[in-house]
């Protein structure tokens, strides 16, 4: 005796997306990225400004006179 064939219904597919919710998204992604240029900007700045703290702390450790000798610039 064969069993009669077994129907299965389809996956679950994914709804379109409707104008709305695609300029939504589109203008999500753009926050986004704008937010990520505003913190790469500012993680830079703040490097620069630890290097400059950095070197002005080591020439004030060694003495400008130590660091910059009377004439430094002619040698340019």
């Known amino acids: 005796m064969t069993s009669p064939p077994e129907y299965r219904a389809a996956p679950p597919a994914i709804p379109t997306a409707t104008r709305k919710q ?3 998204s589109a203008e999500r992604d753009a926050y986004h990225r704008e937010r990520e240029q505003v913190e790469r900007r500012r993680q830079l700045r703040g490097l620069l400004v630890l290097g400059l703290i950095v070197i002005a702390a080591s020439i004030a450790r060694a003495g400008v006179d130590r660091v910059f000798t009377q004439g430094w ?3 340019w």
């Open 22 to 24: 695609q300029r939504e």
């Open 73 to 75: 610039w002619r040698l």
